[in-house]
């Protein structure tokens, strides 16, 4: 399938699958408008972060990972 994929994994050994990932979300200046309307917004660009020791692991920008946020 995608050969360059590679799972990144933070300090403590964590993979994007795992429950102390959490994606943040970042919206541009008229998404957070459409949010404040009660409209769900897609985010522009979604950071993969660790609650534990706080390390990115991954960023996106691609659509079909972006359409899974719409409204987080
Ligand atoms: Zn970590």
């Known amino acids: 399938m995608d050969s ?3 799972e990144k994994k933070c ?3 964590y993979d994007k699958s795992h429950s102390m990932i959490k994606p ?3 919206y541009s200046g008229w998404g957070w408008v459409l949010f404040s309307i009660g409209m ?3 985010p522009i660009r979604v950071d993969f972060v ?3 020791c706080g390390e990115m692991i991954d960023s ?5 990972v972006l359409k899974k946020y719409v409204g987080r």
Do not use: Q
């Open 50 to 52: 660790c609650e534990k």
């Open 4 to 6: 360059k994929k590679i």
């Open 24 to 26: 943040k979300c970042h």
């Open 60 to 64: 996106s920008t691609e659509l079909v």
């Open 40 to 42: 769900s917004a897609r």
């Open 11 to 13: 300090s403590c050994g």
